[in-house]
């Protein structure tokens, strides 16, 4: 047994069933975020054009960037990899990936409410994907 009395886990790295369950979650949520994505870009485009449609893609490209470049963080910092190099540049990534959306949003004048919305879409998958657990699993 371990120091924090998780009896499963051994030297603070995670075991292969729990790995296995968490790489199944991260699966679902990215699925539930192009499910939501493109609902999402469909109804923007219908309901309001094509300029806040392309507002909402920005901002639910990037959350989704967001997601996936810090679940890659967390596991540089657990212990999935051990590279130092790998974990700064995850973080570096992802300013980059934040820099570049505030200078599209700027350049492009791309509407505020609908990138929210975008953003918000990994949110909701997340919550999603929390709620199908409770009932579920």
């Not at 309001?48 to 470049?69: D, H, K, N």
């Amino acid at each position: 047994m371990s120091s924090s009395g998780n009896p499963t886990e051994s030297n603070g790295a995670r075991s292969k069933d729990e790995h296995a369950v968490h790489r199944r979650i991260v699966h679902r949520v990215q699925l539930w975020q192009a499910v939501l994505g493109a609902a999402g870009l469909i109804a923007w485009w219908f309901a309001e054009g094509i300029p806040q449609a392309a507002s909402f893609a920005a901002g639910a490209i990037s959350s989704a960037a967001s997601f996936w470049l810090l679940d890659r963080f967390t596991g540089a910092v657990t212990g999935k990899s051990t590279s130092a190099t790998g974990l700064v540049m995850a973080v570096f990534r992802l300013l980059v990936i934040g820099g570049a959306l505030f200078v599209i949003m700027r350049s492009y004048s791309l509407q505020a409410v609908p990138a929210a919305c975008g953003i918000a879409v990994t949110i909701v998958a997340i919550t999603i994907e929390a709620v199908r657990e409770i009932f579920y699993a």
